[in-house]
């Protein structure tokens, strides 16, 4: 796995691990893993734009399947657009080169951000326009594009989702726009707070981590013979935008409080990209079922980080 110490790949490394056994999974990281993580197993230093060095590593771990997670993220990657290119589309037409040399299939991670403004905003379709304007966006459809590609020109095995925004209480996100729902969870702990930089109506669709790696590991046991889409499935559990998320957090949290400052850059990012997304074809081809909602999602974040941040225990009622 690339990106293994990044918000998906610290919690995808141990489902792995525990699925297929400690030895089986070796996690990668362009940082260098913390000392004391408790994690167990094989750990290397990979960067993605050295081809050489993921060969390395596939080579001489026997690597069959390559989890490609190492990306930045909207925000940081608007900052830095050149750096994004880079990374995200160096990086993973390396990793298709290597996994084509080396018989690896490969999970490689989309999102609602590769879809645009010229998108139907609603029940976004799986098979729709996709001409985003920001640059996440253009390597995210780039990415789609050159995976189907391998698979299509070298039988590659290659799967993805196109995420919508994911909430976690393990590692934090780094440079997203649908960052604002994990910090208002922090917020509400820390400060019975949060200051958000999206407008209160910016909906978009969310994700609990736990359903997100559970996708993952579906979608790359599927049966290759039901799969149409394969790059990528659109996917969703919850939908709400910021007001929605500030009044269920409010159940559990009475008194907590949020007000706005809207960051024009994470907001434009945000209206380029789909209200609601329609997730049928993963729903049909692999029997996709979320099993987090909004409540729960809710109740199990708080329940959690309540303990993480502060030493009594104040679970959600
Ligand atoms: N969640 C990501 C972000 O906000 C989009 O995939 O950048």
Same mark, same amino acid.
């Given at each position: 796995m690339t990106g293994?110490?990044?918000?998906?790949?610290?919690?995808?490394?141990? #489902?792995?691990r525990s699925r297929y056994g400690v030895d089986r999974v070796v996690a990668s990281d362009v940082r260098m893993h913390p000392r004391g993580s408790g994690q167990n197993g094989a750990f290397e230093y990979v960067d993605v734009t050295n081809g050489r060095q993921l060969q390395g590593v596939v080579r001489r771990h026997g690597v069959d399947t390559i989890y490609h997670l190492a990306a930045l993220l909207s925000a940081v990657a608007e900052e830095k657009p050149q750096v994004a290119w880079n990374v995200n589309m160096g990086g993973l037409y390396r990793v298709l080169e290597v996994a084509r040399e080396n018989h690896c299939a490969v999970f490689h991670p989309s999102s609602i951000g590769a879809f645009g403004p010229g998108t139907p905003r609603e029940a976004t379709p799986q098979d729709? =326009?996709?001409?985003? @304007?920001?640059? +996440?966006? %253009?390597? $995210?459809?780039?990415?789609?594009?050159?995976? !189907? +590609? +391998?698979?299509?020109?070298?039988?590659?095995?290659?799967?993805?989702?196109? &995420?919508?925004? /994911? =909430?976690?209480? %393990?590692a934090p996100p780094g440079g997203g726009t649908s960052d604002y729902a994990v910090e208002m969870f922090f917020g509400a702990i820390r400060h019975g707070r949060y200051t958000c930089f999206l407008r209160p109506d910016s909906s978009m669709d969310m994700m609990f981590m736990p359903d997100a790696i559970r996708a993952t590991i579906?979608?790359?046991?599927?049966?290759? @013979? $039901?799969l =149409?889409?394969? @790059?990528? &499935? @659109?996917l969703t559990a919850m939908n709400f935008n910021p007001r929605d998320l500030a009044a269920a957090i409010a159940v559990c949290r009475p008194g907590f409080e949020i007000d706005?400052?809207?960051?024009?850059?994470?907001?434009?990012?945000? !209206?380029?990209?789909? /209200?609601?997304?329609?997730d049928r074809a993963a729903r049909e081809e692999w029997g996709w079922r979320p099993e987090y909602d909004l409540a729960r999602?809710?109740?199990?974040? /708080? !329940?959690?980080? #309540? *303990? $993480?941040? *502060?030493?009594?225990?104040?679970?959600?009622p």
């Open positions: 293994a110490l990044g918000q998906i790949g610290s919690e995808l490394v141990s #489902a792995l729709t =326009i996709q001409r985003p @304007n920001t640059i +996440y966006g %253009v390597t $995210k459809v780039s990415a789609e594009l050159l995976c !189907d +590609y +391998y698979h299509h020109r070298f039988q590659v095995e290659t799967r993805g989702l196109r &995420f919508p925004g /994911l =909430i976690s209480h %393990v579906e979608l790359m046991e599927a049966d290759a @013979n $039901k =149409i889409h394969r @790059n990528a &499935f @659109n706005y400052e809207v960051d024009p850059v994470r907001q434009a990012i945000a !209206d380029s990209w789909p /209200l609601s997304v329609d999602t809710c109740e199990e974040m /708080l !329940d959690v980080l #309540a *303990k $993480k941040l *502060k030493p009594e225990d104040e679970r959600c």
